[in-house]
């Protein structure tokens, strides 16, 4: 049974405990809203959905699922170690879910209108959840058509689960100087936030653009980050394309 909807104070806002993040978004996710996150290989799409959900946990008393298609439990809770967050600790405090899916699992949830997934949201009053990689899950689907009636009914289950979501997906046309971004996930998204992991004379260097935000006032630059010691950090430096 999906949780009674609950009463929004207009403009509600869940911060993301990312630094600057928050600060040039206005306070951060919409309350309830999808959100995607996209980039290429190696961005920090991951490590941005594990920060965001680690930080509700920590910071704003908020428990997170993290649904993945890729993943392995082990190697996730022993890569994010070297920030400082321990997965095993706030798994054990009923804090932080973890479910590794197949697509084909996330295709069945959709015709069963929830399943487990549902159940666990339901009995941990989890108010935060991130899905990595939608992409995969795109590929079950070989038409447009069929990929973006998928899409829709993956949005509209989500809605019903009272939840802020992040959903990062694959994007390797996305580029410095390009802001295209594939099909049903980005108009449906309620925000698209880009990460850029691009080479300049010789250099790596990374960024952050905020593409959409309904209903929100953000700056619509293009960020420096870089990933620290304790995750993304977001820099109000601008990036000089």
């Not at 399943?115 to 666990?120: K, L």
């Not at 009053?125 to 990929?147: C, H, N």
């Not at 959903?167 to 971004?181: K, L, N, Y």
């Not at 980005?186 to 790596?204: M, N, P, Q, V, W």
């Amino acid at each position: 049974m999906v949780k009674k909807r609950e009463r929004l104070k207009y403009g509600e806002r869940v911060k993301t405990g990312i630094s600057i993040f928050d600060e040039i978004t206005n306070g951060g996710f919409k309350r309830n809203s999808i959100n995607l996150i996209a980039g290429g290989a190696g961005s920090g799409k991951t490590v941005f959905a594990l920060q965001y959900l680690i930080n509700g946990c920590i910071k704003f008393d908020e428990s997170g699922l993290y649904l993945t298609f890729e993943e392995k439990k082990e190697k996730v809770y022993d890569d994010v170690l070297s920030f400082g967050w321990d997965l095993l600790k706030l798994e054990k405090e009923k804090k932080f879910f973890f479910l590794e899916y197949t697509p084909e699992q996330v295709k069945k949830v959709l015709v069963e209108g929830g399943g487990i997934i549902e159940a666990i949201i339901e009995r941990n009053d989890i108010k935060r959840i991130v899905i990595d990689s939608i992409s995969s899950f795109a590929l079950l689907y070989q038409d447009e058509l069929t990929k973006k009636e998928a899409s829709l009914a993956l949005f509209e289950l989500m809605n019903k689960w009272n939840c802020t979501a992040v959903m990062t997906a694959q994007s390797e046309e996305v580029g410095i100087s390009s802001d295209s971004i594939t099909g049903a996930l980005g108009f449906e998204a309620d925000s698209i936030i880009l990460l850029y992991h691009f080479k300049r004379k010789g250099t790596r260097n990374r960024a952050l653009e905020i593409l959409k935000m309904r209903g929100v006032k953000y700056m619509e630059k293009i960020f420096n980050m870089k990933i620290g010691d304790k995750g993304i950090e977001v820099s109000k430096q601008i990036v000089d394309v």
